[in-house]
């Protein structure tokens, strides 16, 4: 299984690993639990299906912003 920080070393232009970095991500916060701050804390209570339905309607440049966000959140409570 490959650790988060592999995971946050992705091209940001390949469609299938930003996809499955947000299915990562809205299982668990890297840092355990799931902090209310979060974009996505609401979107970890629904059920899975719910929450793989909700990742096939966010638009490509929504799921890179996505992605971007959580890797600037993963560096900064990383270096903290």
Known sequence: MLEWFEIF???IDDEGAIKRFIIGLI?????GGNPTDCQVSQV????MKQRINWIDELPL???KEFYLNHKFCYDAKDSA
């Open 44 to 47: 970890r209570e629904l059920s």
């Open 9 to 11: 070393n992705i091209c």
């Open 61 to 63: 440049e929504e799921r």
């Open 27 to 31: 299982a668990e916060c890297p840092f």
